[in-house]
């Protein structure tokens, strides 16, 4: 029976892929220039699409809804409480969407390397993955409990958002040895465009 | 009298479209991109017509030479997907590696796995061993397939109408013969008939699929040579592994309090 299930699951995850290339539709080849200009905007969209750490901090900020609770009828705190929930959901989505640009940025540079490492490659998709799948989790806790149910769980996503926009300013700096920098007129380093 | 006219019917449309399909790779010469690919549509398009006759003419050794030209078309399927997985990433090389590895690994593995089996199970009837060892066979076709379009999909690897049309079509008959042999060696010659319709049917689908991609030949879209680029892949590497761990060490704190 176990064989059965694995087979018919295996022919069933085929199916879906097959699904999906049916549906894809297909871009033109990318290389050269076009992909330089595509990771540059990924690289932008890295540094700034992720929102500030203040910002965020306001939205989850717990001194709103205690003002809202004792001053404000039951139907205005309803009314808050979605807004907000509305907010956080629109928060993390924000935070997935990075993480899919990142992979975006690494996926679409990494293909043209003749050494690609199957291991790091492999752990760099699994990452990928189980972030995004945090995402969503993240996403079902905000939707079902909302922003204020778990207290904690705000304090930490507030430092997550501060911490993950210094480790973004600070990752980049990796990046003047990539190809992208050909892009940045003004920028130092052995690949700058004359 | 109904079902069997109907099964010839299929049969003849099988050899008719396989025909057409052949005369159109050769023509457009599609056949110069994709050699395995109409090797294999040769294999089965021989196999189809000689099948027929043997089943007219002699009947009681039908099965015999099914389960012979069922393995010939099993190994030449192989080339189709090692056909699809090179092709498809001829212009990577780092994935092509990645893809290749890991598929041939799995590869490997189900195929010693098959063999193993055989040779323990030899006094087991000789229909249910070859049914399960054309299963674990195409089984692990499905995952080499599998493996190279989930390549193709995180990379973001651009393929062109042929081979997509080539991949579509042979998945299809793959992921049919996998499942479908799978209930066979669970429920018993029960299930023979079913099965017989649904791989006719699946394979007549993936023949129209074929008809329509392989009428013309539409070359696999490159990237430019100046996309051939030599920084470092360590550092790009690191550099995604950085932000991606911290992330979600923050990201994991937050969901899991």
Redesign the interface.
Known sequence: MIQLILFLALGVGLLVLLFFLARRTESRAEGGAQALVQARQALNSLQTGLLPAGLVERVFAQDDWGFVSSKAGAGVQRLFLRERKRIALSWVAQVRRQVLSLKDFHSGQSRFYARLDVRTEIGLALSFASLLILCRVLQATFYVRGPYAAPRMVGFAITAAAKVCTVFERSLAFLPRTPAEVLRPNSPGPHVAA | MGRMMLTLIVWWTTILLESVILVRCIKNRVVKDYPFFAAYLTCVLISSVSGYIVYEVRYSLYQYWYWAWELVCVIAGYGVVLEILERALE?????R??AR??GLFVLASVVGFTTVQWALEHGASSLRTSVEVE?NLR?AE??L??VT??V??????????NL?GI??GY??C???I??G???R??LGPSFQAVFSAMSAYSYTVSLLIWSLALWSRYPN?????????E???D??????????????G??????G?
Do not use: C
């Open positions: 212009s990577y090389p780092g994935p590696r990645l590895n890991v299963r089984s499905s995952v397939l599998a379009l989930g193709v999909f995180y990379y973001g690897v651009p393929i062109g109408k997509k991949a579509l998945g299809l793959v992921a049919t996998v499942m042999n799978a209930a060696s669970y879209p490159r990237p430019e040579a100046s996309a051939q680029l920084a470092d892949y550092s790009l590497a690191k550099w995604t592994r950085t932000v991606l761990g911290r992330m979600r923050r990201l994991g704190k937050a969901a309090s």
